[in-house]
């Protein structure tokens, strides 16, 4: 089965500063990469995803990359703002995600 | 309440007692699934129901027992817990457990605390 691996398990950057965030798999059948944001006593929510047949995708200060040989994918956060402080989580698979073990970020004002 | 709802959001429970979790997902999905949230094994997936059906069983103990009368309910009816079954409940859905691209939509969560 599929086996998600997700580092640092905790980061802080300072506000305006970039965040970076790292996921490998182990299934080279996983075709979809969503990453999710769980702020504190919060449902995670989906912030990007991200498909096999692409390499890149970006929205606003959010954006991930995906390279499938090396299977590993990463979510790059740029400008941060407090807001962005939480617990982000990479997933990765078909039916159903595995999800990694999350970063807790946290952007100092 | 639009998306997935999740009552109680709430519970405390003796290891004798008897309780049930209750999901609700009111968007027109097929698919829904319980997660185990905890400090050691963040999004732990336990159960996945597609069309009403039992997809997935990821080894979770039978103190454990999901039911899923139709695609917009999901229960989860829990006896004989142990301290260490405290954690995050979290109940999610998408479109169908069979398509590609299958974004999970979540509930807020049951904070289940076993005494």
């Known amino acids: 089965g599929e086996n998600v691996e997700q580092h640092p398990s905790t980061l802080s950057v300072q506000e305006g500063d970039s965040a970076v965030i790292k996921c490998t798999y182990s299934?080279?059948?996983?075709?979809?990469f969503p990453w999710y944001k769980q702020e504190l006593g919060k449902r995670p929510q989906l912030i990007i995803d991200?498909?096999?047949?692409?390499g890149e995708k970006k929205d606003q200060r959010i954006a991930v990359t995906l390279n499938k040989t090396a299977k590993h994918f990463s979510l790059h956060i740029t400008e941060t703002q407090p807001e962005d402080s939480a617990v982000y989580f990479c997933?990765?698979?078909?039916?159903?995600?595995?999800f990694g073990k999350g970063t807790r970020l946290s952007v100092i004002a | 309440e639009t998306g997935v709802t999740q009552t109680p959001r709430h519970l405390v429970m003796g290891m004798t007692n008897k309780k049930s979790l209750k999901c609700e997902q009111h968007?027109?999905?097929?698919?829904m699934y319980w997660y185990k949230q905890s400090a050691k094994k963040p999004l732990e997936l336990m159960f996945v129901?597609?069309?009403?059906?039992?997809?997935e069983n990821n080894s979770v103990p039978s103190r454990f027992s999901p039911e899923c009368p139709n695609s917009s309910h999901l229960f989860l009816h829990l006896h004989t817990l142990q301290p260490e079954d405290s954690a995050l409940y979290l109940c999610?859905?998408?479109?169908?457990?069979?398509?590609?691209?299958?974004?999970?939509?979540f509930g807020p969560g049951t904070r289940l605390t076993v005494l």
């Open positions: 999610a859905s998408s479109q169908d457990r069979s398509l590609a691209y299958n974004e999970q939509f």
């Open positions: 299934d080279s059948a996983s075709n979809y």
């Open positions: 991200i498909r096999s047949n692409v």
């Open positions: 997933a990765a698979g078909n039916t159903p995600l595995v």
């Open positions: 968007l027109g999905h097929n698919a």
């Open positions: 129901y597609n069309f009403k059906e039992q997809t």
